[in-house]
């Protein structure tokens, strides 16, 4: 991670760590940096998600990017796969989303795809880090070089009918669910089930600026959860505040996590000769249960570390199609270079539909070995010290020798959030639970 973009883009508390000057700045930076190898000016498209600060950092941005003589395009709210779908499909020079995701609507953030639709690579993020810190080596233009807002982008409408060409079946029999996190998806989802046939309630789909992710949402899904339960929904999609996270409910008010999605598309892919090398890329925080179906259905499972774009360097590097988190952020490399919601909703939809199985029956041979995550609140210049601790470092030793080789402890930084995440997978839960409590224990009592 660099100074200023961490494991997904720029982001922070907005106008304290992410201000309108850091935003004009990385404007500025990017429309530089990218726009180096372009003839005449750089074109960047810009969407953003719901909170009450994405007007302010969108405003700054554009006059950043106008600044350094690049053209910007406002598509208005838009989930974050959308952004990237349609800088590939119009030929943009980048494509920038204002999202901070799952986080509280306090924190926003900034990422950049380039034309190809991929997160910039970590050498040009460096070189737009480079500039932020030394302004004085931006050359602003003037005159005709300026940098112009061009409006009447293709938006939500090309989106939406990329997505519907990617499905396949009947879907007017299955009641649907549809958590849209009061984000990007509130302005999509609505008129992509629509467009799919699909019977598909929706909630949490007001936003009003303060309430992106707020008990809702894939960070928060006992509100679906009872949603599809008492309303007899045969399943629910959780997305997060940008919608490139998607987490499922059964009919019986099961959870299908990223992990349990994976499995599942690898087997139908497998079995259509569509899974390339026959293989998937989980994370070092995928389930156990992963590799135990993986090797029953043989599919090699690979790991990363964690972070989508972790996960998307090892399936470029390892020519594998299919990859992701089990917090719900999937790529389906051959229809899409991001993680996207809504696109594994429809994957699963398509499951439904062929198979004629329930959801709760899609998943039912998935292993799952009880997990427990606990988040410490650490200020970052106090982050590396904790997480530096000699004692720290002893505690988590004893812990994976005391797991007989089931599972796994996993103690990081957060790369978004001032956060210590704690992660412990056992045989049995109570065993997670006591192994996480005493190391989150510990590095609060770190000073």
Known sequence: MGKYFGTDGIRGVANETLDAR????????????VGAGTSGRPRALIGKDTRVSSDMLEAALISGLCSGGADASPLGVLPTPAVAYLARKTGADMGIVISASHNPYEYNGIKIFDSLGFKLSDELENEIEQLIDLPEKLCPRTRAQLGRVVRGELGEAEY???????????????????????????FTARRLFRALGADAKLIHNRPNGVNINQN???????????????????????????????????????LIDGDALLAVCARDMKARGELKNNAVVGTVYSNSGLNEFGGREGVE????????????EMMLSRGVCLGGE?????????DSTTGDGQLAAIKFLNLIAQTGKTASELAADVPRYPQIMLNVPAEPEAKLRKIASRELADAIEDAKSSLGGVGYVIVRPSGTESLIRVAVEAETEEKARKIAERLAELIRAVP
Do not use: M, P, Q, W
């Open 22 to 33: 850091l935003a004009y700045l990385t404007g500025f930076a990017a429309a530089s940096v």
């Open 160 to 186: 939406v009918k990329h997505l519907v060409r990617l499905a396949h079946g009947e879907y007017g029999g299955i009641k649907i669910a549809a958590d849209c996190s009061n984000g990007a998806s509130s």
């Open 216 to 254: 809702c949402g894939s960070t928060h899904i006992d509100s679906l959860r009872r949603a599809v339960t008492r309303g007899g929904f045969d399943v629910g999609f959780a997305f997060d505040g940008d919608a490139d996270r998607c987490l499922i409910i059964d009919e019986l008010g099961g």
């Open 301 to 312: 499972v690979l790991r990363s570390d964690v972070g989508d774009r972790n996960v998307l």
């Open 326 to 334: 089990a917090s719900g952020h999937t790529i389906f490399l051959d």
